[in-house]
């Protein structure tokens, strides 16, 4: 697994441990510290450098010494299109799992296009944070329908809907949900407010930030002032 946000990795990392027998985390990190829990992990490498193209070439270093140990991934996951460019070179005849965020993808570059249609074409899966993330990637690039799913960003492994309302249920009715984001269309914000209001359940709902939807966000609330 290759990651450029460490905390992110190493989060992935864990959740991929429950699962899989052997998982290998190669990360960056601008101290080169993870957190000290690495107890499910069988190999934990941390990179630094001081622009993108230096951790490239680390990546890349570091990728090329578990080829040469003999090291076989049945998966690699990258958490970004451009951490997958190591592992698509290193290890091309490997399974590749792509997570796709969203700013990440709107690149002006012709350059950069062109490695990011490779990287994402090559992937054998692609992951999208939020289903306009995934409208974004499908506007990008094209014929990639069979490959992208949804996966939400979240704070828990509960991800069934009867699950979630059996945890909600335990708070009697009484919810207070606290969301802290720039205000833009792939964040979901407005469809998180009019849910929140037709479920019944979020006692208090507070937003912070900023961005292009602070003013549509104000107007809503303005229709619901209970």
């Known amino acids: 697994m290759t990651g450029g946000v460490e905390s992110y990795s190493w989060a ?5 441990a429950k699962v899989c027998k052997r998982v290998a985390l ?3 990190s601008p101290d080169g510290q993870l957190p000290k829990d690495k107890t499910r992990l069988n190999s934990v490498t941390c990179v630094r450098g ?3 193209f230096v951790l490239f070439l680390r990546f ?3 990728l090329l010494l578990c080829r040469l140990k003999g090291d076989k991934f049945d998966v690699i996951h990258a958490t970004t299109w451009r951490m997958a ?3 698509l070179l290193v290890f091309p005849g490997s399974k590749l799992v792509i997570t796709i965020h969203g700013n990440e993808i709107l690149v002006k570059s012709v350059f950069l296009k062109r490695l ?3 990287a994402v074409n090559k992937a054998g899966l692609l992951v999208c944070v939020s289903a306009y993330t995934e409208s974004l990637l499908r506007e990008t690039v094209a014929h990639l329908e069979t490959k992208t799913c949804v996966n939400y960003n979240g704070v828990s492994s509960l991800t069934g809907v009867l699950d979630i309302e059996a ?3 335990l708070h009697n009715q009484s919810l207070t949900t606290f969301t802290v984001c720039r205000h833009e269309p792939r964040k979901n914000l407005i469809a998180a407010v009019k849910g929140f209001i037709s479920s019944g359940i979020a006692e208090e709902y507070r937003i912070a930030g900023a961005g292009p939807e602070t003013e549509k966000l104000a107007d809503l609330l303005k229709e619901y002032p209970n």
């Open 60 to 62: 890349v270093m570091r």
């Open 85 to 87: 460019l190591p592992a």
């Open 50 to 52: 001081n622009s993108q």
């Open 26 to 28: 190669i990360t960056a």
């Open 116 to 118: 990011m249609n490779w």
């Open 12 to 16: 992935v990392s864990q959740a991929f």
């Open 167 to 169: 945890k909600w249920s």
